[in-house]
């Protein structure tokens, strides 16, 4: 039984770097890939050991045909699928492609960088470009639309235990699914709303981060329809590391959504919630000035299982 995960439990950290990327077929490919599950864990050491004050580190995660491609000879984790988008008849969670993804964090973006080029060398020809975002911490922890983004968030031992698959599936012990939307804001109508607009939006105050009051915040605001519950009424919650970029001159203002959860049905549950609605209508007011423009669920094996993937 596998037990060591990989660090699906950090804090979203000063700089992120998120890479999808696609792998081709063909001869030698999946070796490379191999090599890399094999190797990761040694670059990262060796970048912590050179940079012990930096909190460097990586998450390596598969999507769902990849896993078949790759390790036909492993089973398969219980949720691991293609990402089934959700449609309301508002918005829609949209379904892109990924076959592996890497989530490095770290105090500065050139240790981000330089984990980012050895894995880029390592699988160089064996893999192509599908998305790349280059994030980092705002303000206080603010998402790039202005409010305290992680609040809420599983603490302490909690965070193991929303995050880490356990007893879910004994063979992936120490796995974790990791949920990824690339977000973009409409800044201009967003700022167009008053400041009370948007804390209503949102379901907490601004400028110093409070919750609303039960009868004050609205059944649509973002906190409201993402907080749930299991039938015995005990909360569920996933454990995210979001992050905000930007390319100004492009008028591109983002949030890279990341959620990593033992139990996808959570994070899926989230977002039904917020597209569909729960009642149905009752969606999101935060998507009304942020769309979906990616949508893709991985798999993050426990360290030790990448390790053995790579033999
Ligand atoms: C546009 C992208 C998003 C932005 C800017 C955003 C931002 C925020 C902010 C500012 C909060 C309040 C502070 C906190 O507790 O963290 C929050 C709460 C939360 N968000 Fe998001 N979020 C986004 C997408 C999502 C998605 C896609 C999910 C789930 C799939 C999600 C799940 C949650 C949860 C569970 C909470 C805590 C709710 C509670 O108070 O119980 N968020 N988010």
């Not at 990761?40 to 990849?66: H, K, Q, T, W, Y």
Request: one cysteine or more; glycine letters at 10%.
């Amino acid at each position: 039984m596998k037990m060591f995960p990989q660090d699906v439990t950090q804090t979203p950290g000063e700089y992120a770097m998120f890479m999808v990327l696609g792998v081709h077929d063909g001869s030698g490919v999946f070796e490379k890939v191999k090599n890399l599950c094999g190797g990761l864990a040694a670059i990262v050491r060796s970048m912590r050991n050179r940079f012990p004050d930096l909190e460097i580190s990586c998450v390596m995660g598969f999507g769902s045909d990849a896993w078949g491609k790759l390790f036909p000879e492993q089973p398969r984790p219980k949720e691991l699928a293609v990402f089934q988008e959700i449609r309301g008849d508002k918005h829609t969670a949209v379904s892109t492609p990924g076959d592996l993804f890497f989530h490095i964090r770290a105090k500065r973006m050139d240790a981000c960088y330089e984990v980012a080029a050895m894995i880029s060398d390592a699988l160089n020809g064996a893999t192509s470009h599908i998305d790349e975002v280059h994030g980092f911490r705002y303000l206080d922890s603010r998402a790039i639309i202005g409010f305290v983004d992680g609040t809420e968030n599983p603490e302490n031992d909690d965070r193991r235990a929303f995050a880490v698959i356990e007893n879910e599936d004994a063979y992936f012990t120490g796995g974790s699914y990791a949920f990824v939307q690339k977000y973009l804001h409409d800044m201009q109508a967003w700022n167009a709303l008053s400041t009370e607009e948007q804390e209503q939006a949102i379901g907490r105050r601004k400028y110093n981060d409070l919750e609303l009051g039960d009868g004050v915040k609205p059944k649509n605001a973002h906190n409201a329809v993402t907080n749930i519950a299991d039938a015995d009424g005990n909360e569920l919650k996933i454990v995210r590391a979001n992050m905000a970029f930007a390319n100004p001159s492009k008028g591109e203002f983002g949030t890279y959504f990341i959620g990593y959860a033992a139990t996808f049905s959570t994070t899926r549950k989230m977002l039904e919630n917020m597209f569909i609605g729960e009642p149905a209508g009752n969606t999101d007011r935060l998507l009304d000035f942020s769309t979906a423009v990616t949508g893709t669920l991985f798999f993050v094996p426990a360290s030790d299982l990448l390790e053995e993937l790579g033999e």
